[in-house]
DNA sequence: TCAAAAGTGTTTGTACTACACCCATGC
DNA sequence: GCATGGGTGTAGTACAAACACTTTTGA
């Protein structure tokens, strides 16, 4: 009888504490040589293999919603420093065909192809891949892309989030070809130019960019004194 | 030994089925005679007994996160139509001294002191508190509460949302009021009216609010045929 | 010296700000 | 008729948009 009774006490606990399981997909955009791009995972078990989606994983109880993402893209990126923030929660009843599971979706951004991609042993693949050529994802990854997507774009044009894909230092034709290709759309240069300084958002570093075929750009500096905060510029 | 290994799986299940549970809170935002207020309870039982929080509850299996703040809200107001809108996951590893608790916060708005509130068995007392004098909170409240105030206030330039708030007919004057409210500060009179009625946002219905001591103010309807998704304006 | 990309200033238009007087109503 | 709040227009300013030529560099 003894056993019954503890059967029955954990049940009754695994009752109560049956909750949905808690994961992270993040969306990580990429920037290089004019593309965006984000990280996509080819899965290798079902539901969804062989689709690609976005990277992703089970919260721990020990860890923060943050501490999961980094976790999960140090994985597979080998790279830990980034610029990570809360998108959406997903919680479509039956979004995952195994059980309940609600997604807090992150995005981040990262000076891409600089690190290694590993792979995992739950994935057949993992590329970075360019906004423009997406193939169809798995669960309803496609959705929280297209939402992440949309916070970037509206969130550059008054966060200078920007500059955490691009390098301690860049140019200005730089930071412009960044602008266009996260908005799709052409900026005017020489505005774009005089909004960035104005805003004393950069900082000149008096060096310039050797290398290049043409006229050595000069290179600027993200001024860290500014308070994003109270970054107001209007692109 | 039957029942042992019953206990056996039983315990393998509830380990791997462990999960935080989730919460939901909700910020809701409600308006009477040129107040802004928010929708407290006063908790009957541990933890923060005796304490105001905002209202929330648990998620159920069944249920999606809008359904669990509509389900609370209806228990709590009686009301059931709302604008609700996600705000935010919180995750701190000890946000609920009882276990780890996720909650995702959502905002909403609501047409307030139509509907008797509804005093339910864990609470002590339930009021609307004015957003100029709120008591300490319990848990991590006060966080989400001026998040919500943030993201309100944010949103309300751009998005139409403080319609929510007002009557289907409502004079000039009052949404001025309203604005002001949630705002906290003082906007032109002529030029907001100009905005408002130049984004073709709100439209006249030819009639006169009577009753009123002065000049009977016009009234006004919210244009529906707009795509609030559009609606672009700079109070 | 030529091709390609980077750097620079001015003009024009639009949109926000600031501001003061008349009108309708109830008492 | 008077006190109170509602309705209306205009002038000034600031910022964003549009736009073309000169400079630097490597080949």
Redo the contacts between chains.
Sequence with gaps: MR??Y??YR??K??HQ??????SVDIVLFGYHESRLSILLINRKEEPYADRWTLPGGF?R??E??LQTCRRILKEKTGFSKLYLE?L??F???HRDPRR?V?S?AYYGLINSFYYQLVLSKIANDIKWCSVHHLPPLGFDHREIYKLALRRLRDKILYFPIGFELLHGEFTLPELHDLYECILDRTLDRRNFRKKMLDASYILPTGKKKSGLQHRHPDLYKFNRDIDPHHFKINI
């Design positions: 056993s019954f503890a059967l954990m049940a606990a695994f504490y049956k909750n949905p399981s808690i919260l109880m020990e923060t919603l809360q959406f929660s919680d479509a009843l309940r609600i807090i």
